[in-house]
C-alpha cells in the first residue's frame, strides 16, 4: 500500500511494480496487486504532455482499477465503489439537503468531457449555473449516505 503518491515520483513507483512483477508493464499479463492511496500520478506541470506522459499514462496509471472514488465537483459528486458503476449524483432541486438523485451511470471512468456534458444539462434543467461550495455539498451527501 503506497500513499499520496504525486507525478514526480511515478518512475519510482513503476520500479517497485516492476521489482513486483517482472512482467510489467505488458498489457493482458498478471501483475502483483498493489494499493495506492489518493494518487496524483498525472500532473501536467510534472509529467507535461508529450511522448514520455502519454507513455506513462497508456502503459501505467491506465492499468489501475479504481475501486473507490468520490470526487466533489460544484455540480454534484462522482462516486465509484468496486465492482459498481461510476456514477453521477446531484441534490434535488428544492428537497431537503439529504435527497440526492443519481443522473448518470458510466461503465468507465467519464472523461472531462462526459463530466462537462453533465453539468451542462443539469444547469440547463435547473436553470442557472453550478456555484456552492464543493465542501458544502460534500457535507450534505455524506450525511445523506450514512442514513442509507
Known sequence: VLGGIGAS????????????????PVAGREVAP????????????????????RNLRKNFVETFETCYCLRVTTWGLLLRQYPGKWTGFMQKEGAAAEEWEMVEVWDKRPGQDEIAELQKKMEAASGKKSGSSPLAGFKRFLKAYMRG
Not at 515520483?9 to 510489467?24: D, K, M, Q, R, V
Not at 498493489?34 to 506522459?53: I, K
Open 34 to 53: 498493489f494499493v495506492l492511496v489518493n494518487p496524483d500520478l498525472v500532473d501536467m506541470g510534472a509529467t507535461g504532455l508529450g511522448y514520455a506522459a
Open 9 to 24: 515520483e511515478s518512475e519510482a513507483l513503476i520500479g517497485i511494480a516492476e521489482a513486483l512483477s517482472p512482467a510489467f
